[in-house]
């Protein structure tokens, strides 16, 4: 992945901070206490006063909690009322004013610079060779014991990934569950989503929830695609949580790339309509954790919704660089996927954990050679990335809240604890493979 737009680096700020890097977006992101978050009416005064915000737009202002990006470009701050987190565009003498102000109020806990995120994607259209170092594991109760190699191919019925994570052995199918993929969009002519219930906002600006890139869709397809792909006859099935409720969020632009704002108020939307799950295929190679990413984390879990993200791309494992994970994968309260390939070997792109506290691998899926939908008139794509693990696990996710009811960190647990476990360290795939229940 590159990052043609200048990064924030790997600083925090926090209210008092000096010399700090100015936002590549001219905004800048407050963290409200959690007195503060109780009440919306404190958030929006706290931006004003804080932030030295006159014009604030809020996401309650909005039908479905849905931010108009557009009708709100003319505000100078933003409230995310869900979130408990506000945004100000300020300049960099503004901003250490901001600072200055927030080391002296307790309503807010930390000002940080507005990012870019990026779509997740490994190689384009890889078919790299599995693995032949590492061999896989069978779980038997909490002990590990070495299994024969194995590995798993795409057959006329249905993609490896779905074979090595339990899928077409599971009688759940995601009913009644909401999960949001937040990411560049859906292909909304798609022919694999005639029947579904689907939900789409665009929150960038100018562009609409159509998907003209392609990763959006093929998240979506991998995370909630049909059980029977209508045409053509014959067609594998690819989708893990195949009547699961979609919401789709576009919070990258057609080119990829997108800021803290689109993703925030995606979130914001999300929970607010009781997504049980949030897939996030974006990142950026930040080591820091971030403390709006953390906070929005440890709320969403709250209020029982389950934030799924990429551990990103940045390793390079044939060449002795095993990277490390990005932000928000690697806050302490989102779940941050590794991808596998189909021997269940590491992927050479996948990152490990990051030695900050809350930044480790916490799960690991299928990642390498991923067939999925992908914008007409193509139909099908195969690629690679942490981004295409991320989606298998997001609708597991959704199997297992359908079949325990489970939400929040509860969700988070009972995931983890049905991961099966791997003979390879912890710090590159945590858990294990993500499998469905039974």
Same mark, same amino acid.
């Given at each position: ?83 408990? $987190? ?329 995931? $983890? ?15 294990? $493979? ?5």
């Amino acid at each position: 992945m590159t990052n043609p737009v200048p990064s924030a680096g790997d600083d925090r700020l926090t209210g008092g901070a000096s010399a700090q890097p100015v936002s590549p977006t001219g905004r800048y992101v407050l963290v409200f206490s959690d007195e503060t978050f109780a009440r919306e009416t404190d958030q929006v005064e706290t931006l004003r006063s804080v932030g030295g915000a006159v014009n604030v737009a809020s996401t309650s202002d909005y039908e479905w909690r849905a931010l108009d990006v557009d009708q709100a470009a003319s505000a100078d701050a933003t409230v995310f009322a869900d979130l408990g $987190i506000g945004t100000v565009t300020a300049d960099p003498d503004r901003a250490a004013s901001i600072m200055a102000a927030a080391a002296e109020d307790p309503r807010v806990t930390a000002v940080e610079p507005e990012q870019y995120m990026y779509a997740l994607s490994g190689p384009e259209d890889t078919q790299a060779e599995p693995s032949t170092a590492r061999t896989p594991t069978t779980d038997t109760g909490w002990s590990t014991v070495r299994a024969a190699p194995v590995e798993f191919h795409d057959t006329s019925e249905a993609t490896w990934g779905l074979q090595a994570t339990g899928v077409l052995d599971s009688a759940a199918n995601g009913q009644g569950i909401r999960v949001a993929v937040l990411d560049t969009g859906l292909d909304l002519r798609h022919p694999d989503f005639p029947d579904r219930e689907i939900s789409a906002r665009s929150f960038v600006t100018g562009e609409p929830a159509q998907d003209g890139n392609g990763h959006g869709t093929h998240c979506v397809g991998t995370s909630c695609g049909p059980e029977s792909p209508p045409e053509p006859p014959g067609s594998r099935r690819y989708g893990v949580a195949t009547r699961a409720e979609i919401l789709v969020g576009k919070v990258l632009g057609d080119g990829g790339s997108g800021t803290d704002t689109n993703i925030l108020a995606a979130i914001n939307w999300a929970i607010g309509n009781d997504c049980r799950v949030i897939s996030m295929s974006l990142g950026a190679d930040t080591r820091a954790v971030s403390r709006r990413y953390e906070t929005v984390g440890q709320r969403a879990l709250n209020r029982g919704s389950l934030i799924v993200a990429a551990a990103g791309n940045n390793a390079n494992r044939d060449f002795g660089n095993p990277g490390f994970v990005g932000v928000p994968a690697n806050s302490p309260s989102i779940m941050a996927v590794a991808a596998l390939d189909s021997r269940l070997g590491i992927a050479d792109f996948s990152a490990r954990s990051n030695p900050v506290d809350g930044g480790q691998i916490d799960i690991a899926a299928p990642g390498v050679d991923v067939y999925s939908t992908w914008p007409m008139d193509q139909r099908y794509r195969t690629i690679s990335g942490t981004s295409m693990a991320t989606p298998h696990v997001s609708g597991i996710a959704a199997l297992w809240a359908q079949r325990t009811d489970a939400a929040g960190e509860a969700l988070w647990s009972t995931l $983890i604890r049905g991961a099966q476990r791997l003979e390879l360290p912890g710090v590159d795939v945590g858990a294990g $493979i993500a499998k469905a229940p039974s």
